[in-house]
């Protein structure tokens, strides 16, 4: 559920809101600001979600049992850190930077500019790690 959260605020939701111009998509804010290097980590995004979709699906549908479940977690578990890291390092120099522009004094944030897919994409994010941390606590839980 939060692998397709996270591809569904990726892809259809805008990451960004700016006020008298318009809302953007994270696949769009990569091609327009190309040259910044943090952006591009949003590029990690749209393969955790797909990983964290495909091993979610099979974890639920085919129950593999042995040292596959646990190695599965971990992955789910690793891709959801990506996310949330590829999201909150662009936000946190493009708060860098408008606290050094002095917009910040007018209450300016870079949260400010943050739109439904930004926050949708973290919550997904947390749901697929939330799940995969119940999946290892189940494997250690006797039965």
């Known amino acids: 559920m939060g692998g397709l959260l996270a591809a569904l605020a990726y892809w259809v939701m805008p990451v960004a809101t700016i006020p008298l111009v318009g809302s953007v998509t994270a696949p769009a804010l990569i091609e327009e600001a190309s040259d910044t290097a943090s952006l591009g980590l949003l590029r990690i995004v749209p393969v955790a979600a797909i990983v964290t979709i495909l091993l979610g699906f099979w974890l639920l549908l085919a129950r593999p049992s042995g040292r596959f479940r646990p190695v599965a977690a971990v992955v ?6 990506l996310t ?23 209450g300016i944030r870079a ?16 749901v697929a790690a939330i799940g995969a941390i119940v999946e290892l606590s189940s494997l250690r839980a006797p039965a």
């Open 84 to 106: 949330v890291v590829a999201y909150l390092i662009p936000l946190g120099r493009i708060d860098n930077a408008i606290t050094s522009s002095g917009a910040s004094e007018l």
């Open 111 to 126: 949260t400010t500019f943050t739109g439904a897919g930004f926050w949708l994409a973290i919550i997904g994010a947390v």
């Open 76 to 81: 789910v578990l690793l891709c959801s850190l």
